[in-house]
């Protein structure tokens, strides 16, 4: 079925929308998408499986480590498996949209 990652979006929400694209038992793709949402003061990922992200659309800033991380539309990033990160903010002034791909870098 033909889809597309810009449609379906609501004017407004509250928490940021996840939309599973795709998935296997190793591999899930998934479309978030953010309208200024960040992390809650303090609260740091810390996924068992590795994450690949393109940003599509909007911008965000993440904190990767001790790195911060500035991401625009075309940009993307590798978060290792257990690499701590939090994302700062979204963009306030339109929607930011992300393709989130999470998998097992050694399946069993």
């Known amino acids: 079925m033909k889809r597309n990652v810009f ?9 940021e929308i996840f939309t599973v694209l795709a998935e296997s038992e190793n591999v899930k793709i998934e479309r978030i998408v ?6 809650p003061e303090g609260f740091w990922y ?3 499986r590795s994450e690949w992200v393109l940003l599509v659309a ?3 800033v993440l904190t990767v ?8 539309p075309g940009d993307h990033l590798l978060i290792p498996a257990h ?6 903010s979204t963009s306030a002034t339109e929607k930011t949209i992300w393709i989130a791909v999470s998998y097992e870098n050694n399946p069993t």
């Open 83 to 88: 690499q701590r990160h939090r994302i700062e």
């Open 58 to 60: 909007g911008s965000a």
């Open 65 to 72: 480590g001790d790195e911060r991380v500035e991401l625009n």
């Open 34 to 39: 953010s309208d200024g949402q960040a992390s």
């Open 7 to 15: 449609s379906e979006i609501p004017a407004e929400f509250p928490e």
């Open 46 to 48: 810390d996924q068992d």
